[in-house]
């Protein structure tokens, strides 16, 4: 995942390093799981292989673009520091590989509210093209769901954000592959 945006490490204050919970050294099952999310603290963040499977729970919920499939996912979250748009990209290492993804706006709220269905997405996208996805200016919609396959579903619309929102992202991988991004 790349930030896109040259004044992305000023939009977010990132709390811990991914490096610092895991030491990189294993794909533990908890971050799988939305409230142990891994907290990006970087612009670029490389995640070589893919999860598989999903946390203890399918926390999402079936009002989502997603449907209510969490597939060899994964949770991340971001703490915005200061205003603007958030813009990133997915690249697999596979460019073959179909990853899909949900960005929830967790702010004055936890992650039981995502899996109980009173919170939705602000962007969701599970186009049905491989290749890179993500938030983009090239995006037409904030929503993509699996049956849209029109030139430009892989982006959805940036997400304007504001000082103190948190956000968490799930990606999940449709391919069911080990390649990351």
Request: net charge negative; charged share 15%.
């Amino acid at each position: 995942m790349r930030f896109l945006n040259p004044f992305a490490k000023y939009i977010f204050l990132f709390t811990a390093c991914y490096l610092l919970f895991s030491g990189g050294s294993s794909f533990a099952q908890q971050e799988q799981d939305c409230p142990f999310a891994i907290p990006v603290c970087q612009d670029t963040f490389n995640q070589p292989n893919s999860y598989s499977g999903f946390g203890t729970d399918q926390e999402i919920p079936g009002n989502t673009c997603l449907g209510d499939n969490e597939k060899n996912s994964v949770w991340y979250i971001l703490n915005v520091q200061s205003g603007g748009d958030l813009e990133f990209a997915i690249t697999p290492v596979n460019m073959n590989d179909d990853y899909d993804f949900a960005l929830y706006n967790i702010t004055g709220s936890n992650c039981s509210d995502i899996s109980n269905g009173s919170i939705l997405p602000d962007r969701c996208n599970f186009c049905v093209d491989a290749g890179i996805t993500g938030l983009s200016s090239a995006g037409t919609n904030d929503w993509e769901d699996c049956c849209t396959n029109s030139p430009g579903c892989v982006w959805s619309n940036l997400l304007p954000v504001n000082p103190g929102e948190t956000f968490v992202l799930i990606i999940s991988n449709y391919s069911d592959t080990q390649d990351g991004y």
